[in-house]
């Protein structure tokens, strides 16, 4: 089971579907908590554990991911730690809640959900949207696929080597600051919200072409032929193992899936199998009408 860490200070809330709310921990950083009783699905919380968490096994700068321990002393003295609903509100759930780190602290670290294509197209991990959409395409997300891009000298690394961090998007753009020395060179994407991975709670597979793509179409201008997706196809296909895939389940708090691990077992036998799917979900959204990879020319190939 993931390590636990314990909320000691509500900062704000978030916005998005989710209510999601960002805290202190005991450890003195600073988590994104999605709670049980979110306005989504209780399984929202375990598609994010389990999602991100092979996301980072793919080599994609994601989230470190926590279970988050919200004791009801904090929920009861806490005014904003509620989730609204159309004629009232209720307070947030106690107990383990899913969290994903913030990449640093919130009040000195730049976040944002928009660059300027300019800039898009010279972050530092560009290449990851590439990889993003090979996983959002085997793991059926069902939402537009989101990021953040955000930039802070000194950021530490986690055990994976990933860059920590994980918030949602704070809406708003980015722009060039030569005086303080930043460029968009500085800028590092992170890949957030898998909560609708394998269609959020329904946990099956209703693939459509343009499921999964990012909305900018400039991450994709890369992209000539199959051959640009190939690194992390080779990935899925020689790192994600029944085994990883148990382990990585084994992580989810029983309380996310309601106890049904026979459900969980089902959705990770189907996830085993959808590997060899991918090119052809990738060439369905190449070949739809909205043809989202400018420089990939030959239909059908």
């Known amino acids: 089971m993931a390590a636990m860490k314990l909320a000691v200070e509500h900062v704000r809330r978030m916005r998005g579907g989710a209510q999601a709310q960002l805290m202190r921990c005991d450890d003195e950083a600073y988590y994104v908590v999605k709670f049980q009783n979110n ?14 968490r092979l996301a980072a096994r793919l080599g994609l700068i994601v989230p470190h991911v926590d279970v988050i321990e919200v004791r009801p002393e904090i929920i009861a003295y806490t005014p904003d730690l509620v989730i609204q609903l159309g004629i009232g509100r209720k307070p947030c759930a ?11 602290n919130p009040g000195r670290t730049a976040v944002y959900d928009f660059l300027p294509d300019e800039q898009l197209g010279r972050i530092q991990n560009l290449s990851d949207f590439l990889g993003v959409l090979v996983f959002d395409k085997w793991t059926c997300n069902t939402n537009g696929r989101q990021a953040i891009f955000f930039r802070e000298p000194g950021d530490r690394a986690d055990s994976t080597g990933h860059k920590a961090g994980g918030v949602a998007a704070l809406g708003e753009p980015a722009l060039n600051d030569t005086a303080s020395g930043y460029t968009a060179l500085g800028y590092t994407a992170m890949m957030i919200d898998f909560g609708f991975c394998f269609n959020a709670g329904e946990w099956d597979f209703p693939d459509a072409p343009l499921r999964g793509l990012y909305s900018r179409q400039r991450v994709y201008e890369p992209v000539g032929g199959m051959e640009a997706f190939e690194p992390w196809l080779a990935r899925l296909e020689k790192q994600i193992t029944e085994r990883v895939l148990g ?14 691990w026979n459900a969980l077992e089902r959705l990770i ?9 991918v090119q052809e979900l990738i060439l369905s959204a190449r070949n739809s009408g909205r043809e989202p990879f400018p420089n990939w020319k030959v239909k059908h190939a």
């Not at 989504?40 to 389990?50: D, F, Y």
């Not at 106690?94 to 640093?104: E, V």
């Open 94 to 104: 106690a107990g383990k809640q899913f969290g994903s780190q913030f990449p640093g």
């Open 269 to 277: 036998e189907r996830l085993y199998r959808r590997r060899e799917r």
């Open 247 to 260: 382990e990585e389940a084994a992580q989810i708090p029983p309380e996310w899936y309601g106890g049904d």
């Open 39 to 52: 306005p989504q699905h209780l399984r929202i919380l375990a598609n994010e554990m389990l999602a991100t």
